[in-house]
């Protein structure tokens, strides 16, 4: 708990049902609505299923990435491109000059090791 977010560890459990509404999610993560929404922009993870009348529906994994996000920015003091970034490196992606996000194969996977070890050993020297 921190002076940016003094109710972080009150957050209530979330239930066991398969989608919940964008009031429900604001209530289970203490976010609102409006906030959510601008999310959904600027975290491209962050999808939820769009029905009838553009209704949002978010699954349970949603619901727990958003806790994530909320934590990385009101508690850890991100910004909302350095949470991006925490995002993306912890699914193993990269975010290219342009904003979008692409897998490292496993041959630059390879590359970045031999590259680092390299570094490593100028450095011992």
Known sequence: MTMLDPG???????????YFT?????QLCSVKPHVLRY???????????KR???RRYYQRHEVELIRTIRK????????ISGACNQLSAA????VDA?????RLSDEDVDELVVELEEIAQL???
């Open 39 to 49: 999310w959904e922009q600027e975290f491209t993870q962050l999808q939820p299923v």
């Open 98 to 102: 342009a904003g979008s996000n692409s």
């Open 123 to 125: 450095l011992r020297a």
């Open 8 to 18: 972080a560890e009150d957050l209530p459990p979330i239930p066991g049902k398969r």
């Open 22 to 26: 964008i009031g429900e999610v604001g």
């Open 72 to 79: 990385l920015l009101y508690i850890e003091g991100y910004t």
């Open 91 to 94: 699914s193993g992606e990269t």
């Open 52 to 54: 009838r009348g553009n």
